[in-house]
Antibody, heavy 118, light 107 residues
Framework: QVTLRESGPALVKPTQTLTLTCTFSGFSLTTTGMCVSWIRQPPGKALEWLARIDWDDDRYYNTSLKTRLTISKDTSKNQVVLTMTNMEPVDTATYYC??????????WGQGALVTVSS | DIQMTQSPSSVSASVGDRVTISCRASQDIGSWLAWYQQKPGRAPNVLISAASTLQSGVPSRFSGSGSGTDFTLTISSLQPEDFATYYCQQTDSFPPTFGQGTKVEIK
């Protein structure tokens, strides 16, 4: 059974760095073809893809956010970590992690709402 | 980045209706398109990958078609549990971009 769960702070202040952890089970990021993606969704708005890390440690980032994003993995803990620097109120959103196989995100976490406010 | 445009942005329909949602890519993406369903307060759920491949467990009333730049999601007979927002996503090139969503509402 594949599961993913996002964890991190619910509230961050402007200019702070957000660190989110995706803890997963039911698959391994050492398996060829396995990837984990991060996607976010501001309240009432559309989905926005953020980043992806692959089994072979290849990493991909959203074009407009790539200077602020870092994705990494700890295969021994079955975790993927996303950091986003210089948070602003417009970054308020629900952040999802998802397993991605053959380019399709087939299992998603429940999401973590992050509010950026002073 | 490839832009994905969905139409309509919302549609009102009744149970039993046939519903069609369109998705257009700003450049050729082959068949690298997925469709997701999202209900309020829930994570998205993948319905279709590779433009027309139904994911395991997804009812057969859902179907996808298209290639290149124009794609369609069809719900052949709308059921009460289908009222939701639907998103397309191109996965041909990075970054994989989503459409703006189509909300299917009860008429």
């Amino acid at each position: 059974q594949v599961t993913l769960r996002e964890s991190g702070p619910a509230l961050v202040k402007p200019t702070q760095t957000l660190t989110l952890t995706c803890t997963f089970s039911g698959f391994s990021l050492t398996t060829t073809g396995m990837c984990v993606s991060w996607i976010r969704q501001p309240p009432g708005k559309a989905l926005e893809w953020l980043a992806r890390i692959d089994w072979d440690d290849d990493r991909y980032y959203n074009t407009s956010l790539k200077t602020r994003l870092t994705i990494s993995k700890d295969t021994s803990k079955n975790q993927v970590v996303l950091t986003m620097t210089n948070m602003e109120p417009v970054d308020t959103a629900t952040y999802y992690c998802a397993r991605t196989v053959t380019r399709t995100s087939d299992y998603w976490g429940q999401g973590a709402l992050v509010t950026v406010s002073s | 980045d490839i832009q994905m445009t969905q139409s309509p942005s919302s549609v009102s329909a009744s149970v039993g209706d046939r519903v069609t949602i369109s998705c257009r890519a700003s450049q050729d993406i082959g068949s690298w398109l997925a469709w997701y369903q999202q209900k309020p307060g829930r994570a998205p759920n993948v319905l279709i990958s590779a433009a027309s491949t139904l994911q395991s467990g997804v009812p057969s009333r859902f179907s996808g078609s298209g290639s290149g730049t124009d794609f369609t999601l069809t719900i052949s007979s709308l059921q009460p549990e289908d009222f939701a927002t639907y998103y397309c996503q191109q996965t041909d090139s990075f970054p994989p971009t989503f459409g703006q969503g189509t909300k299917v509402e009860i008429k």
